[in-house]
């Protein structure tokens, strides 16, 4: 059970150092698109594990890790830069935090394990949670963007799965090391095709990067993955609620923004929701 508890506090990490990307992108990284993020963020970190573990995928592992990098990174960002440009914010993190509940289908489908009506009722609960988190009244909507948004929810949700199903021969570093240069070399042309040229970035700059490079991605990928492979998948995508708690409490801290008693309530039910889908597995 200590086990257990300190499985899920360490991969709990992931989401919530996720939750600073808003603010380290807004404050830091002014003049950089988000694609143009992304790559400069799963790259570097990617290449820079590769050096440190000195291991190449070998075999069926090649296929393998442009697919998760492909599901986990650069088609789930993609994706969320197509629908976070054409949907307001709190539109499109609500579209995207039905991400846990295609997990709990997919996990069913790819593990025959039964739905347990509790952890979608967690799920459920959590979506509630983010959408009193992030909606705002008179918030628009747009096809494109909401097919964008689940379509990212789907590609991640199915590569937490398939992470779960196909546990690699080396290390956890070197798993993440695979998956973040694949993921960031898929974004190589995209960035070529469809972004402006890269500025050249400035000390300010800088510190935002190795934030999100460092820490926010080589970091906290290899908590998140480690997570999967410990703990059912049902147990471990509930905890990307917490980016949006932790984005609404920075934004509270640092740039002045207003907590309002809905977007109260909205975080007991995020925290309400993580407890009880936790308790719905606890048997397994």
Not at 48 to 58: D, E, K, T
Not at 192 to 205: D, H, R, V
């Amino acid at each position: 059970m200590r086990s257990r508890s300190f499985d899920l506090l360490a991969t709990s990490i992931a989401p919530i150092v996720w939750g600073s990307t808003y603010i380290v992108t807004t404050e830091f990284l002014t003049g950089f698109s988000p694609i143009t993020i992304a790559m400069l963020r799963a790259l570097p970190a990617g290449l820079l594990l590769l050096l440190m573990v000195r291991q190449l995928p070998a075999g069926v592992w090649w296929l393998r890790s442009f697919i998760l990098g492909m599901l986990n990174i650069s088609f789930f960002l993609s994706m969320l830069f197509i629908s976070a440009h054409r949907l307001p914010g709190g539109v499109a993190a609500t579209v995207l935090s039905v991400q846990p509940l295609i997990v709990v289908f997919l996990a069913s489908v790819v593990f025959f394990s039964p739905v347990r009506p509790m952890s979608v009722f967690a799920v459920l609960a959590g979506i509630a949670g983010v959408a009193l988190l992030v909606l705002t009244p008179g918030a628009t909507l747009d096809v494109i963007g909401i097919m964008a948004g689940l379509a990212g929810a789907t590609s991640m949700a199915l590569g937490t799965v398939l992470t779960r199903k196909w546990q690699p021969p080396v290390s956890l570093l070197t798993f993440t090391a695979w998956q973040l240069t694949a993921g960031g070399l898929l974004l190589i042309p995209v960035v070529a095709l469809f972004e402006p040229s890269i500025p050249l970035p400035n000390g300010t700059n800088l510190l935002g990067l190795i934030w999100l490079g460092l820490i926010g991605a080589a970091v906290t990928y290899a908590l998140w993955f480690r997570g999967i492979s410990r703990l059912d998948s049902s147990v471990v995508s509930p905890l990307l609620f917490l980016s949006p708690v932790t984005a609404m409490i920075l934004g509270w801290i640092f740039l002045d923004q207003t907590l309002t008693a809905l977007q109260i309530i909205g975080a007991g039910f995020v925290i309400g929701s993580i407890w009880l889908s936790q308790h719905a597995n606890r048997t397994q």
